[in-house]
C-alpha cells in the first residue's frame, strides 16, 4: 500500500469558549474513499476548513505528500491539489459552466485584456467529458438541477487537478437516481487515484462507496476501521458515546380535541381539494414523494402561501390567515426545512433568535426591551433543550445544525405554540441530535401541542406519527392511522395509488 497522500496529526483548534479540535489525527490514501462521521458539533466543519485552507490550526503538522504543507488560505489549498465541496455549492448562478469552472483563472486571447470564450468552453467540455457528464458548458448554471449543480463543482474541483477533494453532505438535496450518478463519478475519481474525504450523516449510503471510515466526537478522534469491518449500529455508538437501542421516542398518544381542520384548500398549481384536521396532542406526519405539495401544505396554514380558496378552522372559529403574523398570533409556529435562509437570522446571537417572535412580550409600554427577561427566558430555554453554545451571545452561524435546529424549536416554545409545523425536522443533522428532536417531539405531544411533522424519511414518519397523510400531485391519496401504516402503503399512496 502506498503512503497516505494527506495526513494530519495532533491538530487542535480553539475559539473564544470551545476547543473544537483536540490533538486530532486523520489520514488519507490516494484512490481511497474515507468516510468522516461525528454528531453536528464533533468538528468535522472545522477539520475541512483547516484542510481548505479557510481556518489556520493553533497547533499540530500537516503533511501532503510527505511533505509539510503550508495552506494560508483555500486558493493555496487549491493550488496545491485540495479541494472541498461545500454543502451549500459556492456557484455563481448567472454565469455559464465554463465560466462557473474557471473563474478567476480564464484563458486570454493574445490582448491579454480580453476573455478567450471559445477557449474557455473548449476547456470545460474537456473536463465535463472526462466525467461523462450531459451537461452544456454554455449553459447558466441557474437552470440546472441542484445534482448537476453538484457535478459542475467536481468539475471545477478537477480543473485544479485534484488529488483530495473533499464532499460534505453530498446528497443531501438530491434523488435517488441522482445519487446513483453521483456514485458512479465518486467511484470514477477513486479509480483515478483521487483521494475522496467523504462527510454524510446518511450511513446507509456508506456501504455503496465507503473504504475506511474515521469517527469523531466532541473534537476528538475514536476510532479508524475499514467499513466492511464494522456496521451501522456501531458507528453510531461510537459517534454519540452510547449504545443507541431505541431511536425514536413516541410514547402511547393522549389526543385532545380538535385544534385545526383545513377544508377544501386550493392553491393553484400546488394545492388541490385539501381536507384535514389534527387534534391537541397529535403528531400528524404528511409524507409523499419531492413535489408532491408537502411543504407548500405546511406554508399554506402558516400564512407564507397564499391560497386561493378553502376555509380554516382554528379552536373552533374560522379564521384568516394571510400572512405569517396572522399565523403567530393564534399560536402556529413553523420549522422550516430550510433553517438556514427561512428559519434563522444567522448573524444575530441565540438570544436574539429564540425571543424574535415573542419580542413583544419582553417590551415595556414606552417600546423598551427588557433585556434580563430575554435573558432568562433564553436561558431557560437553551437548558430545557441543551442547546450547545458557549453563551448566549454567540452568534447562531456558528452552532452546529443540530443546535440551530433547537434554537427554532426554542423560539417557538418561547411564543407558547398550539400548533408546530417541522417540515424536514431531522435533515442535516446526526443521529444524536436526531433523537433529542424526536424527544422533544414527544414531550411537547405529552404537553397537549399538536405537531404537523412533514418528512421524507418513511422510518420518522412511521415511528412518529399517530396518523398519517400521504400526498401526491398537490392532493390527499391516502390516510393511514399509525397502526395500520407501512412503508409499502405509503409508496403505494404517495406514487398516485388511492
Known amino acids: 500500500m502506498s503512503d497516505p497522500i494527506l495526513k494530519l496529526q495532533n491538530i487542535t483548534k480553539r475559539f473564544p469558549g470551545v476547543l473544537a479540535l483536540d490533538n486530532f489525527s486523520f489520514d488519507i490514501y490516494p484512490g481511497e474513499i474515507h468516510a468522516l462521521l461525528g454528531e453536528n458539533g464533533a468538528g468535522k466543519s472545522t477539520l475541512m476548513k483547516i484542510i481548505s485552507g479557510v481556518y489556520e490550526k493553533d497547533s499540530g503538522n500537516i503533511l501532503f505528500h510527505d511533505r509539510d504543507a503550508d495552506i494560508p488560505d483555500p486558493l493555496s489549498a487549491q493550488q496545491q491539489g485540495i479541494t472541498i465541496i461545500h454543502q451549500e455549492l459556492n456557484l455563481f448562478p448567472q454565469l455559464t459552466v465554463a465560466q462557473n469552472i474557471f473563474i478567476g483563472r480564464e484563458p486570454r486571447s493574445r490582448i491579454k485584456a480580453i476573455l478567450d470564450e471559445k477557449q474557455l468552453n473548449r476547456d470545460a467540455e474537456k473536463i465535463l467529458e472526462s466525467l461523462k457528464l450531459n451537461i452544456n458548458p454554455t449553459d447558466k448554471v441557474e437552470t440546472l438541477t441542484v445534482a448537476k449543480q453538484q457535478m459542475v463543482e467536481i468539475a471545477k474541483a478537477l480543473s485544479f487537478r485534484a488529488e483530495v477533494l473533499i ?118 406526519g404528511i409524507a409523499g414523494l419531492m413535489g408532491a405539495g408537502r411543504s407548500e401544505l405546511g406554508k399554506a396554514i402558516f400564512g407564507a402561501d397564499r391560497i386561493d380558496s378553502g376555509d380554516i378552522r382554528f379552536e373552533g372559529r374560522s379564521v384568516s390567515i394571510g400572512s405569517p403574523s396572522d399565523a403567530i398570533k393564534l399560536g402556529i409556529g413553523y420549522l422550516t426545512e430550510d433553517r438556514k435562509r427561512d428559519g434563522l437570522v444567522l448573524n444575530h446571537s441565540v438570544e436574539e433568535n429564540t425571543v424574535l417572535a415573542s419580542i413583544e412580550k419582553f417590551m415595556n409600554r414606552l417600546g423598551f426591551i427588557n433585556d434580563r427577561e430575554c435573558k432568562a427566558v433564553t436561558r431557560e430555554q437553551v437548558g430545557n433543550l441543551k442547546i450547545k453554545t458557549p453563551t448566549l451571545e454567540q452568534k447562531v452561524i456558528n452552532l452546529s445544525g443540530g443546535n440551530q435546529q433547537k434554537v427554532i424549536i426554542a423560539k417557538w416554545l418561547c411564543r407558547e405554540s398550539k400548533l408546530l409545523i417541522f417540515d424536514e425536522p431531522t435533515r442535516g443533522i446526526d443521529v444524536g441530535a436526531k433523537v433529542e428532536v424526536y424527544e422533544l417531539m414527544a414531550g411537547l405531544a405529552e404537553k397537549g401541542v399538536a405537531i404537523i411533522m412533514i418528512s421524507s424519511e418513511l422510518p420518522e414518519i412511521l415511528a412518529m406519527s399517530d396518523r398519517i397523510i400521504v400526498m401526491h400531485e398537490g392532493r390527499i391519496t391516502g390516510e393511514l392511522q399509525a397502526g395500520e401504516a407501512s412503508q409499502e402503503k405509503i409508496m403505494e399512496y404517495a406514487t398516485g395509488g388511492h
Open 167 to 284: 464532499m460534505d453532505e453530498p446528497t443531501s438535496a438530491l434523488t435517488e437516481s441522482e445519487i446513483t450518478q453521483l456514485f458512479k463519478i465518486i467511484r470514477e475519481l477513486r479509480d483515478n487515484n483521487v483521494a475522496i474525504v467523504y462527510i454524510s450523516h446518511r450511513l446507509a449510503e456508506l456501504e455503496e462507496i465507503a473504504d475506511r471510515v474515521t469517527v469523531m466526537r466532541d473534537g476528538t478522534w475514536v476510532n479508524t476501521l475499514m467499513y466492511r469491518d464494522t456496521s451501522n449500529p456501531e458507528l453510531i455508538a461510537m459517534m454519540v458515546g452510547r449504545d443507541i437501542a431505541k431511536m425514536f421516542h413516541k410514547k402511547e398518544a393522549d389526543i385532545g380535541e380538535l385544534l385545526l381542520s383545513v377544508s377544501g384548500l386550493n392553491r393553484k398549481g400546488y394545492l388541490e381539494d385539501i381536507n384535514l384536521e389534527i387534534r391537541k396532542g397529535e403528531i400528524l
